[in-house]
């Protein structure tokens, strides 16, 4: 009886002790981690890091996709969820990707030229940046893509100009009057642009060199009050 005590309080001490000392999971780990496990995010997601960066960079997210008009050239961002390949009539691939963002999740239709140059991306862990255009059916709303990258990547780049797109049939003498008082509350040294849209014809006007801007959310944000989601572009 003795014997059996020993034995199970030196297993118990073995068992304590003997446990590796491990050290926590980096948040882009845990969230792998989650994701793999169980199906979802519990302590965050990807994009999150991005939030005070996206409001610069997209022009669309699976909230408003069916809003937007047809072939609408738009960026979003997210994560690649579910890839399905189809092989064409060409016997080449082309992919239908599920890209979740923080709102939901959209559909994106890789053609063959595309998937192969953005393969290596689509099957990594990384958020994503994607340019496309609207493609709405019958059923359903989805991405056509154009390009797509590292939302790491994006984020990190300098922006050095913006072009305000104003359709002219839609434009007031007011809302003029509004995008002049909002660009010269954001003052600072990178080029600003007009592009006047009639029609198919387009005209772009300088601002010049006495309103250079100062590119930041909130000149994005009072800008596309004005003008519309999706007006402003920066380069």
């Known amino acids: 009886f003795e014997q059996r005590d020993r034995s199970n309080s030196t297993n118990g001490d073995r068992s304590s002790d003997g446990l590796p000392e491990i050290s926590e999971w980096d948040h882009k780990e845990l969230l792998a981690n989650e994701k793999e496990t169980i199906g979802f995010y519990i302590t965050g ?63 994106v239709i890789f053609f063959p030229e595309i998937y192969q140059s953005c393969h290596d991306l689509l099957h990594g862990e990384e958020p994503l940046l994607v340019k496309g255009t609207v493609d709405i059916g019958e059923e359903s709303v989805k991405v056509i893509a154009a390009e797509a990258t590292l939302l790491a990547k994006a984020a990190d780049k300098p922006y050095h100009s913006a072009y305000f797109t104003m359709v002219v049939d839609r434009s007031t003498a007011d809302d003029i009057e509004a995008l002049c008082r909002c660009l010269r509350k954001h003052v600072g040294k990178q080029d600003g642009y007009i592009k006047l849209v009639e029609g198919r014809c387009e005209t772009v006007i300088y601002l010049g060199e006495d309103l250079k801007l100062n590119l930041n959310h909130h000149l994005k944000k009072e800008a596309e009050q004005i003008l519309g989601i999706g007006a402003i572009q920066l380069m």
Not at 45 to 66: E, I, K
């Open 45 to 107: 997601h990807p994009l999150s890091r991005y939030a005070d960066r996206l409001g610069m960079l997209v022009t669309a997210d699976s909230s408003n996709l069916a809003a937007k008009s047809d072939r609408e050239a738009i960026i979003l961002a997210g994560i690649v969820s579910s890839i399905r390949e189809v092989q064409t009539r060409r016997k080449e691939t082309m992919a239908y990707v599920t890209i979740e963002d923080l709102k939901g999740s959209a559909t």
